[in-house]
């Protein structure tokens, strides 16, 4: 029942029926501007310069390489990261880690064939559709 739904009671709804995009890009941003909000705040209080960063991809390790290869961290002395995390099992909690949280490695595979004629010469082509396939399956047996 979405009766009782807050986002839908305050008109938040995706202009696609049945549709969304649910993950936590949106918390992270409150969170942001949050911060943004409270340090500008307490800026008499404050000494330093302070960097409040959104990193892009930060799930397919692209990211902070990126952002780290641009310099926008070069003049940084301490950082402070945080993650909307998916393993709390309460709201108003905190959930810890320090390594292997989303962490990811990319690589990348090029697969070249032989043409053949299927009826004629199979046996004179090299399926590189196929081995692709195969190795999609094979790489999700894998344990995570």
Request: charged share 20%; net charge negative.
């Amino acid at each position: 029942d979405t009766a009782d739904h807050r986002p839908l009671e305050s008109g938040f709804q995706s202009l696609h029926a049945k549709e969304m995009h649910a993950c936590g890009h949106d918390g992270h941003v409150t969170i942001g501007l949050g911060l943004a909000k409270l340090i500008s705040e307490h800026k008499e209080e404050m000494a330093g310069t302070i960097k409040l960063i959104f990193q892009p991809a930060e799930e397919g390790v692209r990211g902070a390489r990126a952002m780290v290869a641009k310099g926008i961290v070069d003049d940084v002395d301490y950082m402070f990261g945080g993650h909307i995390g998916f393993k709390a099992t309460k709201s108003d909690s905190l959930v810890c880690l320090t390594g292997g949280f989303l962490a990811t490695t990319k690589l990348d595979a090029s697969f070249k064939g032989e043409s053949s004629h299927a009826g004629a010469a199979p046996e004179r082509g090299r399926n590189a559709l196929l081995a692709a396939a195969a190795s999609c399956i094979a790489l999700h047996s894998i344990s995570r």
